[in-house]
């Protein structure tokens, strides 16, 4: 199929839009799919034919970042090419479910910790994994900032705000409790 008035112009208004490359490729895609999906030019596609390529691409095995880029793909053309957001308002972008990390078990975390043959390595991740800390602050940490007596690990805070008067320059990291 020859490329339609309607794709030539919706890649001219993304080009405007200052989109990337590969999102304007990709959104060209997926209106040139819905257009050979509904057999009619793109400004001739009523809100029934969008909804049917709606129900179409739910469908398929589509995760939702690759559904949300068609949905936004038909947002863009008929909102700001087309001029008809009617035929599009209904249409809400999925959002991904976020998967929760992994969390290893204490067996796992020995085996980590025992597998850095070099005493040195084995102690800094292991004050990393017992406080929590960020690689950038346990490297700042020093012997001085250890206070055993207190069996705590007292860090500088990060720079405050301009003008913020609130909390100490100190914060505790880690408090082991007897």
Same mark, same amino acid.
């Given at each position: 199929?020859a490329a339609?008035?309607?794709?030539?112009?919706?890649?001219?208004?993304l080009?405007?839009?200052?989109?990337?490359?590969?999102? &304007? !490729?990709? @959104?060209?895609?997926?209106?040139?799919?819905?257009?050979?999906?509904?057999? &009619?030019?793109l400004?001739?596609?009523? !809100?029934?034919?969008?909804?049917?390529?709606?129900?179409?691409l739910?469908s !398929?095995?589509?995760?939702?970042?690759?559904?949300?880029?068609?949905?936004?793909?038909?947002? /863009?053309?008929?909102?700001?090419?087309?001029g008809?957001?009617?035929k599009? +308002?209904?249409?809400? &972008?999925p959002?991904?479910?976020a998967?929760?990390?992994?969390?290893?078990?204490r067996?796992e975390?020995q085996?980590?910790l025992?597998?850095?043959?070099? +005493?040195? @390595?084995?102690? /800094?991740?292991?004050?990393? @994994?017992?406080?929590?800390?960020?690689?950038?602050?346990?490297?700042?940490?020093?012997?001085c900032?250890? !206070?055993?007596?207190?069996?705590?690990?007292?860090?500088?805070?990060?720079?405050?705000? +301009?003008?913020?008067?609130a909390?100490?320059?100190?914060?505790?990291v880690?408090?082991?409790?007897?």
């Amino acid at each position: 199929m020859a490329a339609s008035v309607s794709l030539s112009r919706f890649a001219g208004d993304l080009r405007m839009a200052n989109r990337a490359t590969g999102t &304007i !490729q990709s @959104y060209v895609s997926s209106a040139r799919r819905f257009e050979e999906f509904a057999g &009619i030019e793109l400004a001739d596609a009523s !809100q029934e034919s969008v909804r049917r390529w709606v129900d179409h691409l739910r469908s !398929q095995a589509v995760g939702a970042s690759r559904l949300g880029q068609h949905y936004a793909a038909l947002k /863009f053309l008929y909102a700001r090419t087309l001029g008809q957001p009617d035929k599009v +308002a209904w249409i809400t &972008i999925p959002k991904a479910k976020a998967h929760l990390p992994s969390i290893l078990g204490r067996p796992e975390i020995q085996r980590l910790l025992d597998g850095f043959t070099t +005493a040195k @390595y084995r102690m /800094f991740f292991t004050l990393i @994994y017992a406080t929590g800390l960020r690689i950038t602050e346990a490297t700042r940490t020093m012997l001085c900032s250890m !206070q055993s007596w207190a069996w705590a690990v007292l860090m500088p805070c990060s720079p405050r705000p +301009a003008g913020s008067t609130a909390g100490s320059p100190l914060r505790m990291v880690w408090t082991l409790t007897r």
